[in-house]
């Protein structure tokens, strides 16, 4: 998978705040968001949440 594309993708969840929202602005199946997520190694607002419980 293309890693600009995959970042792209990444930046659409940021941005919208949820994998739905994301999915439907970009167009994407909800398969080919998780897919292209996952690639960036990257899991968004895991690290907020475990600095703050640490």
């Known amino acids: 998978m293309d ?4 970042m792209t993708t990444f930046v659409a969840v ?5 994998f739905i929202r994301a999915i439907e602005s970009t ?5 080919a968001v998780s897919r292209q997520v996952m690639e960036t190694g ?4 895991r690290s907020i949440t475990a600095s703050h419980n640490a």
């Open 14 to 18: 940021v941005k919208a705040g949820s």
């Open 3 to 6: 890693k600009i594309q995959s």
């Open 27 to 31: 167009g994407l199946s909800r398969a």
């Open 42 to 45: 990257t899991i968004p607002w």
